[in-house]
C-alpha cells in the first residue's frame, strides 16, 4: 500500500514539473513515506528521517517531509523528534504538499494534474481500491493512522486501470487493508465481485490480482468470480494470524480455527486450482505452549502455498499494548517462528516439487542472476535460463523441470501467450 502511494505521489510531483534525482541529498525535496506494521519498520524509518536531517544542515534550504503511518492526527511529537522536518502528511493525504509546491511555482495545480496513475509504471502495478479499515485487531495501528474504511468508486479504479494498461501495464494488484470489504460502505450495491468484473472487462490487462483479504469478508460470490473471470488470478492471501480460538478472541479476529478451515475448504471446491498464503504473528501477549501448537496444526493441515510469520510487535496505541501484557519472551516468540518456517518450507518444498513436468503460464518480469523470473497464476516465483530472445514483460508457457521450497525452474515452450 505504500509502495503505491509514493507511485501515486510520484506521479504528481513529475505532473507538476518535478524531476527525480538519483540522491536525496542532491535533491530539493525528500519525501520519506513510512511504514509502521512493525517496530522495526518504525527504528527504520527513524534512523533515515535522522540521516536526512544530517543533509539537511549542509543544505537548509532542502524541504524534507515525512508521509504515511507513522503520521497520526497529531505529529506534535514528531515535530520534537524530527526537528528539521518540513512537514508531515498523513496517508495518502497529499495535498499540503503538492498545494505548496503549485504555489511555489506559480501554476495551477487542478490544471497540471490530470490523474495519480504511475507515470512510468513496468509490467505490473499496484492499485489501491479502498484505504482505511473498520477492523480494530487488538494488535494493528493501522486503522489509528490510514482511518476508517473508504472504497473508490468502479469508475474511478476502472478508469486508472485503463490508463495503466494504456502505458504498458498487463498485470494489477488491487490493494486494500480489507480488500474483499470493498464497496460495502458505498451507496451503490456493489462489492469486490462487481469491480473484478468490470476490471476484467479492460482491453488489454491480461491478468488481476487482489490482497489482503479477510477471513470475515470472503463471501462466496467473490470466490465464485474467481473461478469465473479468466484475467483474475487463482491465489488469495487470507491471514489467520493464530490458529488457537482464545489468542483469537484477544487478537479480536472474529472468526474462530474451524470457521477458518471450513472457509478454505469451500474456497479449494469452488476454485481447484488455487493456492492460499496467509500471514501468522506468534508470540502474542499471553500466548501458551498449547495455544501455538494450534496455529502449527493448521500450518500443517492445510498446507498453505506461502506463509509470512512475523513475531509479536507491541505497538504504542494498539489495543493490545494498552490492555495487555507483552509476556513471551523474545527467544520463546524466535523459536515458534522457527518451527512455522520449518514446517513451511518442509510443506513448499512437497508442493513445488510436485509442480515438475507441469505446465506454467509466467509473465516475466525481469532477469536475475543470468535468468528470466516471473509469477504464476498462483503467485509463485518461476525461472528460466533461455538466452534465446528477450522474455521481459511477455506472458509465456514453461514446462517445470526443477523445484525448490521457495521456486520452480524450467523451459520456455510458448511464447506471447495471452
Not at 91 to 97: E, I, M
Not at 198 to 218: K, Y
Not at 253 to 264: E, F, G, I, K
Not at 322 to 336: G, S, T, Y
Request: glycine share 6%; aromatic share 6%.
Amino acid at each position: 500500500m505504500n509502495e503505491a502511494d509514493s507511485d501515486k505521489l510520484a506521479s504528481a510531483l513529475d505532473q507538476l514539473g518535478l524531476t527525480k534525482k538519483d540522491n536525496a541529498e542532491d535533491a530539493d525535496l525528500v519525501v520519506l513515506n513510512s511504514c509502521v506494521v512493525r517496530q522495526s519498520a518504525e527504528d527504520k524509518v527513524s534512523y533515515r528521517v535522522s540521516i536526512s536531517q544530517e543533509f539537511k544542515k549542509d543544505r537548509p534550504e532542502q524541504m524534507l517531509v515525512l508521509m504515511g503511518c507513522m503520521v497520526g492526527p497529531n505529529s506534535e511529537n514528531l515535530q520534537k523528534r524530527f526537528p528539521s522536518v518540513d512537514m508531515f502528511m498523513r496517508p495518502q493525504d497529499f495535498n499540503p504538499l503538492l498545494e505548496q509546491i503549485a504555489e511555489l511555482n506559480d501554476v495551477d495545480l487542478e490544471g497540471c494534474i490530470s490523474n495519480y496513475a504511475h507515470s512510468n509504471p513496468g509490467i505490473s502495478c499496484h492499485v489501491p481500491i479502498i484505504k482505511g479499515c473498520d477492523f480494530m485487531c487488538s494488535f494493528c495501528i493501522i486503522p489509528y493512522r490510514r482511518g476508517r474504511q473508504e472504497s473508490r468508486t468502479i469508475r474511478d479504479i476502472v478508469s486508472e486501470v485503463s490508463i495503466l494498461v494504456d502505458r504498458g501495464v498487463k498485470e494489477i494488484t488491487l490493494l486494500g487493508q480489507t480488500v474483499d470489504a470493498y464497496g460495502h460502505d458505498l451507496n451503490e450495491d456493489v462489492d469486490l465481485a462487481d469491480l473484478l468484473g468490470h476490471v476484467n472487462d479492460i482491453t488489454g490487462l491480461e491478468r488481476i490480482r487482489f490482497l489482503t483479504s479477510h477471513p470475515s469478508f470472503m463471501s462466496e460470490k467473490i470466490i465464485e468470480s474467481i473461478n469465473e473471470l479468466p484475467k483474475v488470478c487463482e491465489h488469495i492471501n487470507l491471514p489467520i494470524q493464530a490458529g488457537n480460538d482464545v489468542v483469537l478472541e484477544r487478537m479480536r479476529r472474529p472468526y474462530t480455527n474451524d470457521h477458518y478451515r471450513r472457509l478454505v475448504d469451500d474456497i479449494r471446491k469452488i476454485v481447484p486450482s488455487v493456492t492460499i498464503s496467509t500471514d501468522i504473528i506468534v508470540g502474542f501477549p499471553g500466548e501458551s505452549d498449547e495455544q501455538f501448537q494450534d496455529t502449527l496444526k493448521i500450518v500443517e493441515d492445510l498446507e498453505f502455498s506461502k506463509v509470512h510469520s512475523a513475531e509479536y510487535s507491541n505497538r504504542p496505541g494498539t489495543i493490545a499494548s494498552r490492555q495487555l501484557k507483552d509476556d513471551i519472551p523474545v527467544r520463546i516468540k524466535r523459536d515458534r517462528r522457527k518451527m512455522i518456517d520449518a514446517v513451511q518450507e518442509t510443506i513448499q518444498e512437497k508442493n513445488n516439487r510436485d509442480s515438475v513436468g507441469d505446465l506454467h503460464s509466467v509473465l516475466i518480469e525481469g532477469r536475475r542472476k543470468e535468468q528470466w523470473y516471473g509469477r504464476n497464476r498462483n503467485d509463485k516465483l518461476v525461472y528460466t535460463s533461455t538466452n534465446t530472445k528477450n522474455l521481459r514483460n511477455s506472458i509465456v508457457e514453461i514446462k517445470i523441470e526443477d523445484s525448490s521450497p521457495w521456486s520452480l525452474t524450467g523451459s520456455v515452450t510458448k511464447t506471447n501467450l495471452g
